[in-house]
């Protein structure tokens, strides 16, 4: 019996009065490719913040693989087995797109090794594999806070992946790029999530990238899920296309 | 980085003679070596974007530790004081460091400056341990069981002083380049990140915090043994604000800043005291004020960036 990657039951959460997560429930499959889609503020954000122990939420569970992981700190829950990409980019902005790619490699094992060097052999392969993996290995050595948003995102992307992660949480990958790059940038992630068998949710805008390349979207309004399914048939009912299609 | 080093090593063997070429320099050092660890500790933490305005009080638990021992227990041996001082400052720092690691910021800098002002109270007024505000007197440790004259001691004690100052100078960059040293500086830029990469920051900081005070409690007992006396103005906030000085001014990019840093200043403060007694806070304040305008890296920028210069004249590459 297979019992879903995560699951989510009756979460809720409320800033100032507003609801940004009212009751919602949801269960990722294994090897999904999960869009989520939905006006901004409608709590999409919030819901990765509940699932990776950002914040707590009021009532409800989170359940990675059964076990409940609710109210656990993120430290604990990305040793679990949940890694995520930000929608601000959260790098380690003086430091080398590698240097910061080799202390997520490094963490792996935690970081309390104090006397051998972070720039060892093992890690440096297993950098250079990502970063070509990713498309970043020409951009190996620049400081990663001088880097255009398209290529911070990516190596956002890439500190998750190199957690190994069971899941993998990326809040609007896309966002903040052109429209031509949107493309090159999930043909670059879907090749690298196929490579590693991964399971991943996705916030998304654009909705040609959600039709292209999501197995099924979540539509989330003011906090709740409006509506479910495949992407090309929840991309035309007639409420998410005014709640969502119409002014993205 | 060769040029670097080479600079480094004429550096150390320039130190190394002074003894015999300037001999009133070699307290001066001596003392300014001991400051020099407790301001790496310091720096460890600025690295992280935490600044103590405390620290002085585990250069003062190095400084008593080492007299207590010697005082009560007899035993007076150099090596097993600086060992154990270095230990028990370990342990006083651990302990307080669990408690102040979870702040940042202001919060940070004003818990440590108020423990150490405890400390500083503790030191002055508990007369019948600690001697009050007179302290107590070390006599002079013995040097694998010789006993030797102060004179003889202290030309021992600077060269120890050295070489232990190369020794964490060495494990210092070692440090800085592994996993842990990154993720020290990691708490400093992000972090949220951190978390998230499954890292716990209070562990790091935690065990920063106690390398942090044990380099300090190292320094006050090499002080405590050189000048032969303890005084509660050890853990005094305005030497903790000093050592903060030294190191920002030394510069924290590299382990040998705050040794750079604290070796310049005790030199001007010498200097400034014997030319100019009233101008000493005046020279220093100016001093600052040019490294804060000028060296932003501090002093140890100024040195990496002249070995860089010449590296790149060498290859006949100018960069700059
Ligand atoms: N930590 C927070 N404190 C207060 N309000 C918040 C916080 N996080 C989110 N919100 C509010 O919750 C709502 C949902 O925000 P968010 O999840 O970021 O939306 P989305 O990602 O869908 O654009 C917004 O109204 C936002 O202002
Ligand atoms: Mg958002």
């Known amino acids: ?248 | 980085m060769k040029i670097l080093y080479a600079l480094f090593a004429a550096a150390f063997a320039a130190l190394a003679i002074v003894p015999f070429a300037a001999p009133w320099l070699q307290f001066v050092l001596t003392i300014a070596i001991a400051k020099g660890f407790a301001a790496v500790g310091v720096a460890l933490l600025l690295r992280a974007g935490l600044i103590s305005i405390g620290h002085a009080m585990f250069y003062a638990a190095g400084a008593y530790t080492a007299a207590f021992i010697v005082l009560r227990s007899g035993i007076s041996d150099l090596f097993v004081l600086l060992i154990a001082s270095t230990l028990v400052t370990a342990v006083i720092g651990a302990l307080v460091g669990a408690y102040l690691v979870r702040y940042r910021a202001i919060f940070f800098a004003m818990l440590n400056l108020a423990v150490s002002m405890v400390f500083f109270a503790l030191l002055s007024k508990l007369y019948g341990i600690t001697g009050g505000t007179d302290g107590l007197r070390v006599p002079v440790p013995t040097v694998l069981g010789m006993t030797l004259t102060k004179a003889g001691f202290d030309i021992v004690l600077f060269y120890v002083a050295l070489a232990l100052m190369a020794i964490i100078a060495g494990l210092g960059v070692q440090f800085l380049k592994s996993p842990l040293g990154h993720a020290v500086g990691a708490i400093h830029t992000n972090e949220v990140r951190l978390e998230y990469l499954g890292v716990s920051a209070w562990s790091v900081l935690l065990i920063a915090y106690t390398i942090s005070a044990a380099l300090a409690g190292l320094g006050g007992a090499i002080a405590a043994v050189s000048i032969g006396h303890v005084l509660p103005d050890y853990a005094y906030w305005t030497e903790s604000g000093h050592l903060v000085l030294t190191a920002v001014l030394g510069g924290i990019g590299g382990v040998a800043g705050p040794f750079i840093g604290s070796i310049f200043l005790e030199i001007v403060h010498t200097v400034a005291v014997g030319v100019a007694h009233n101008a000493w806070n005046l020279i220093m304040g100016a001093t600052l004020l040019l490294v804060i305008f000028f060296l932003p890296q501090g002093l140890y920028g100024l040195v990496t960036k002249s070995a860089d210069k010449t590296s790149s004249a060498k290859l006949g590459e100018n960069k700059s």
């Open chain 1, 1 to 248: 019996m297979s019992q879903p990657l995560l699951k989510a039951e009756s979460l809720t959460i409320a800033f100032a009065g507003i609801k940004a997560a009212d009751n919602v429930s949801l269960e990722i499959e294994k090897g999904e490719f999960l869009a989520i889609i939905g006006p901004n503020g409608s709590g999409k954000t919030t819901f990765l913040n509940l699932c990776t122990g950002y914040i707590r939420p009021v009532s409800g569970e989170v359940y990675l693989e059964g076990e409940p992981i609710t109210g656990w700190a993120p430290r604990r829950i990305a040793r679990q087995g949940i890694a995520r990409a930000f929608q601000i980019p959260q790098l380690f902005t003086d430091q080398t797109v590698r240097s910061n790619l080799l202390l997520a490699i490094a963490s792996r094992q935690g970081v309390w090794d104090g006397l051998k060097p972070l720039a060892r052999r093992r890690y440096q392969e297993e950098a250079d594999e990502l970063l070509e993996l990713l498309g970043l290995s020409a951009h190996a050595d620049a400081i990663a806070g001088t880097l255009p948003e398209g290529l911070r995102k990516l190596a956002d992307i890439t500190l998750a992946l190199a957690l190994k992660p069971r899941l993998l949480l990326l809040d609007e990958p896309t966002s903040g790029v052109s429209a031509l790059e949107r493309f090159s940038i999930m043909e670059t992630l879907m090749n690298a999530m196929r490579t590693k068998g991964l399971t991943a949710l996705f916030v998304e805008h654009d909705m040609e990238i959600v039709e292209r390349y999501a197995d099924r979207v979540l539509v989330w309004n003011s906090g709740s899920i409006l509506a479910q399914g495949k992407p090309a048939e929840v991309l035309q009912d007639p409420r998410v296309v005014e709640t969502v299609v119409g002014v993205a």
